[in-house]
Every structure is written in C-alpha cells, then in structure tokens.
C-alpha cells in the first residue's frame, strides 16, 4: 500500500476487514461498452495499491465470464483480496435483457460449486444473494448459506436489494454482514427501511452504482445517443429520451459542489455516499465500477472530502426530482424494495 491508502473499516456482523471503498468490476466483462481486459488488469493492481480491497462480482456477469476473468488476479493477491460475488441471477443466452431469479437450496448449492471452480478458489470471502425468489421463504436460503459457511465454502452472508423485512428474517437465521444495494444521489429509496434496519442490525451497506452507472460523472448525457449499441444502460429509463434530459439539469447541484472543492462530478457523488455512514450511523463501502486505472485513482481520492452541511442540503432535493425508473423491468430489483 501506499502513502495515500484508503481507510478501513469492518463489514457488519463480525464480517471482514475492508478498504472504506470497493471496486466494482461487472463492467470489466458485462453491460457496459465494450471491453480492454489489459486496462482493466490495471485498474484491479492499482486498486489494490491504493488500499481497494473488496472486489464485487457475480455469476451472473458476463455468464460467468467475470469471475473467470478476476481469478489470476485474486490468485496472486489471494490474502489481501476480499472477494464477493453472488448467486441467484441467470441470464438466456439468447434473450440478455431476461433474467431468471431462483434462491432454492439445490441451485444454490450448484452455484456455490460454480463459482469457487471459475473463481478457482477454495472459499468465497462474502457470498451474496443477488436477487429475492419470492417463492422460496428467505429463511430457507439463509439456512443453506449458512451450510456453506459451516462447509467452509464460504465465509460471511451479504444479501442484495432485500427490503428491511427479508434482512430482518434473514438475521434470524445467520449473521449478515453486508447489504448490497443500489445508493447514490439518484436512487435513496433504501434510506426509509432498509438502512434504519442495517443499522439496527449492525450490517454494512454496500452501495452499488453509486455513480449512477456513470451518469453522475457527466460521461454521458443520453445512453441513446453516447453509449454503445448493447450496452445496458440504453434500455433503463432514467438515460434516455426526456428523463435523460431532465436528469442531465439535475447535476447542476451536482458541479456547483464539485467547483467549490476542485474536485469532478463523480468525486462529488462518491462523497456522498460516503457520507450517509455518518449521517445515518453505519458502515458504507461502495463499490464504483471502473475498468480504468486513472479514475480508479480519481474515485479512490474521494474517500478524503468531506461535505459541508450546506453542501449536502444543496444536494439533498435531487434524488425526489429524478425522472425514470432503475431498470425498464423493476421485477429486476426485489419485490416490496420500492
Ligand atoms: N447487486 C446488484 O444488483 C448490482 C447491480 C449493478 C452493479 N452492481 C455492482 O456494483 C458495481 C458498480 O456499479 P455500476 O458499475 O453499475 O455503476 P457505477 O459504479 O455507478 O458507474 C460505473 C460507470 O461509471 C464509469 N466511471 C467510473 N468511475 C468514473 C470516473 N471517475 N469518471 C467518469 N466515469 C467513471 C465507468 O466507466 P469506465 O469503466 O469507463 O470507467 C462505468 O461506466 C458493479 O461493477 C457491480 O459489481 C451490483
């Protein structure tokens, strides 16, 4: 690590130690543009100097494809990684904007041994739940998670876009350590249930996308017109059309902030949600994506400002004035989330 080294904190739950920041690496292989593996090697080294150690993916990314492509890397780093990755999403080969969703003890058991083969490793630091089936009782997929932890596949229990409701039935059964969800300056549902109940509960959040997938950067203004055919991003409402155009006014806020502090837009968005660990009094550690070994560097570097009060009341109103669902289909997200 170097001089400039993110901080620590520790996951919920008696869960693991981790930089304050994570690295988000689904675009590296999935949904995004096109790829650069060598870049994106990069960015995983850089990140880890930078003392970046959570590193996030899941099954479901590129079928598999980005666990493959993060297992020579963690292998080299296997005890300073902590690795998570998640099981519960599959996606038709031949039609990429279904996803089926299965959380019964047979699948996940299928998929555990499917992961630590393509992660090829012999434990799995956090295992996530990427999406509720609401056909099977959340206790009985905790339970044969907590088997694998018992087994020794896997170490801690995190759980991805539940409400406070299925957290709440879900600690019954063993401890969590972490919630994965969407949380940025655009997407705040979470903060009406499930964050009073993480900190409840003692769980960390683990904000996903929470430079609005790249939005709040200003990278781009309309995934229609800006963005690769087949990128993800061109089917979700709030990038495109009218919305993208009612949105784009939004991060006016957004860079009167960033200005004050010479800082970038994105540097701005990462502050703050940073920040809601000490305004809602838990544990935060996003995960930013980027295949990109400068804004690595760029994202990390936000973990050091810090927002005025009055800087966070101007950024406040934002969120209840976006236009446009997450996802085209909100079955993507868990049932009763929003
Ligand atoms: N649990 C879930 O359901 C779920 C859902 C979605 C994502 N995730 C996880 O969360 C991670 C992060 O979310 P995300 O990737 O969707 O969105 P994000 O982190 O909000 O944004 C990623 C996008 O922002 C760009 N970007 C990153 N840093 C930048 C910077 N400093 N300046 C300008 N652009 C920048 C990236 O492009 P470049 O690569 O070109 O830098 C990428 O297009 C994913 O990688 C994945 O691991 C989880």
Not at 174 to 189: G, K, N, T
């Amino acid at each position: 690590m170097t001089d400039s080294a993110i901080g620590r904190v520790r996951l919920g739950d008696g869960g693991p130690e981790v930089g304050v920041q994570g690295l988000g690496c689904m675009g590296m292989s999935w949904a995004y543009g096109p790829r650069d593996a060598e870049a994106s090697r990069d960015t995983l080294e850089r990140a880890l100097e930078l003392g970046v150690t959570l590193f996030d993916t899941a099954d479901a990314y590129g079928q598999g494809g980005n666990e493959e492509f993060l297992a020579p890397f963690v292998k080299a780093h296997r005890d300073d990684v902590v690795l998570a990755t998640k099981f519960a999403i599959s996606v038709p080969p031949d039609q990429p904007t279904k996803r089926i969703i299965r959380n019964d003890a047979p699948y996940v058991r299928q998929a555990v041994e499917a992961s630590l083969r393509r992660l090829d490793v012999d434990v799995i630091d956090l295992y996530y739940m990427h999406r509720r089936d609401v056909h099977v009782p959340i206790e009985e997929t905790v339970g044969v998670m907590a088997d694998l932890v018992r087994e020794g596949k896997v170490k801690h229990l995190g759980l991805s876009e539940v409400t406070a409701g299925e957290l709440r039935a879900a600690r019954t059964v063993h401890p969590i350590a972490a919630v994965q969800s969407e949380w940025s300056l655009f997407s705040r549902d979470i903060e009406a249930g499930v964050v009073p109940e993480a900190r409840r509960l003692g769980v960390a959040l683990v904000p996903y996308s929470p430079l609005g997938r790249g939005f709040l950067t200003g990278s781009f203004a309309d995934a229609d017109q800006d963005l690769a055919s087949g990128d993800f991003r061109r089917t979700m409402p709030r990038f495109t059309g009218d919305n993208a155009v009612a949105n784009v006014a939004l991060l006016e806020q957004v860079r009167a902030v960033a200005e004050a502090h010479d800082v970038s837009l994105g540097q701005v968005a990462l502050a703050w949600v940073q920040q809601r660990a000490a305004v809602h009094g838990l544990t935060v550690v996003p995960i930013p994506g980027t295949t990109k070994r400068g804004r690595v560097e760029e994202n990390a570097a936000a973990t050091r400002i810090v927002l005025t009060q009055e800087e966070l009341d101007l950024l406040e109103p934002i969120a209840g004035k976006v236009a446009g669902d997450r996802y085209a289909d909100m079955t993507f997200s868990s049932a009763g989330r929003e």
